[in-house]
Structure formats: structure tokens, C-alpha cells
């Protein structure tokens, strides 16, 4: 496992990362699930938004994934892994403001800023637009 990520003492997760696990993706869904195993045996905590669940979801239903659905729903629900981080006003304000100057898309920047907000050392995400800051490390799921 990248050394980061095994140093790290907070982890946010993107959405990308998750769909790719829950909804298989030739070449990510094995290094996902590589990478949820290792964080969860190294007891490492794992954040991400509350609006990430809606990501997730908005996906499967889209694309008539019932599967899916029903496997986030627990993923989210039932197994509790994620620390979910309110989507705060403030939060909105700084994702709009960083993500206009870095040219991200807001969703992406709120991710980002939310990361930051609660301190995480790492962000894990496989979207080649999102940069590490001097706060913030981001790993590709493809570096994995």
C-alpha cells in the first residue's frame, strides 16, 4: 500500500473510490477493495461528505443499477464505515471560492474542502483534476 496512505491518521474518501468498488470497474475495483481492506485492518478512520451517499445513489438509479442500490444502501447504512461530514454553509462558500481558482467542478470542491475542514491527511480519489495542497495529500486510486 502507498506509504501515505499507511502513515495517515484520517482518510476522506471521494465518491469516485466507492462507486468503483461497489459497482466494479475493470482495472479500480480490485485496488478499492485493496485499499478498504488495508484501511480497515489498520483501524484507520475514514471520512467523507453526506452528500456522497446522494453521489453514489443518484448513479445507480440513473443507470437502472438496482445491485447497486441496494449495496451502497448498506454500505452506508448498515456497515458504518464512514464518518459522514455535514455539508456546512461555510464549507459551500470555500469549495466555490478554491474550486473557481483551482477550476474544479463545485461538487469536487466541496469534497476538498470538506477533507480540509476535518483535518484529513489524505484524500483518496481517482479524478486526475484534484491537486494536493500544502495541507492536504491526494492520491489517485490508480498510484495504489
Known amino acids: 500500500m502507498n506509504s501515505m496512505i499507511a502513515a495517515a491518521r484520517k482518510i476522506y474518501v471521494d465518491s469516485n473510490v466507492i462507486i468503483y468498488f461497489?459497482?466494479?470497474?475493470?482495472?479500480?475495483?480490485?485496488?478499492a477493495g485493496e485499499f478498504f481492506e488495508y484501511v480497515e485492518e489498520a483501524k484507520i478512520p475514514l471520512v467523507t461528505s453526506e452528500i456522497t451517499p446522494g453521489e453514489c445513489l443518484y448513479g445507480a438509479y440513473k443507470r437502472g443499477r438496482k445491485d447497486s442500490v441496494e449495496s451502497f444502501e448498506i454500505l452506508f447504512d448498515d456497515l458504518r464505515l464512514f464518518h459522514f461530514v455535514p455539508v456546512a454553509p461555510s464549507l459551500i462558500k470555500s469549495a466555490a471560492k478554491n474550486g473557481a481558482q483551482q477550476r474544479l467542478?463545485?461538487?469536487?470542491?466541496?469534497?476538498?474542502?470538506?477533507?480540509?475542514?476535518?483535518?484529513?491527511?489524505?484524500?483518496?480519489?481517482?479524478?486526475?483534476?484534484?491537486?494536493?495542497?500544502?495541507?492536504?495529500?491526494?492520491?489517485?486510486?490508480?498510484?495504489?
Open 105 to 144: 467542478k463545485l461538487i469536487d470542491a466541496l469534497h476538498f474542502a470538506t477533507a480540509e475542514s476535518v483535518e484529513c491527511d489524505v484524500f483518496i480519489t481517482n479524478d486526475k483534476g484534484i491537486k494536493s495542497s500544502d495541507f492536504l495529500r491526494v492520491i489517485h486510486l490508480s498510484e495504489l
Open 22 to 31: 461497489i459497482e466494479g470497474h475493470e482495472e479500480y475495483q480490485s485496488l
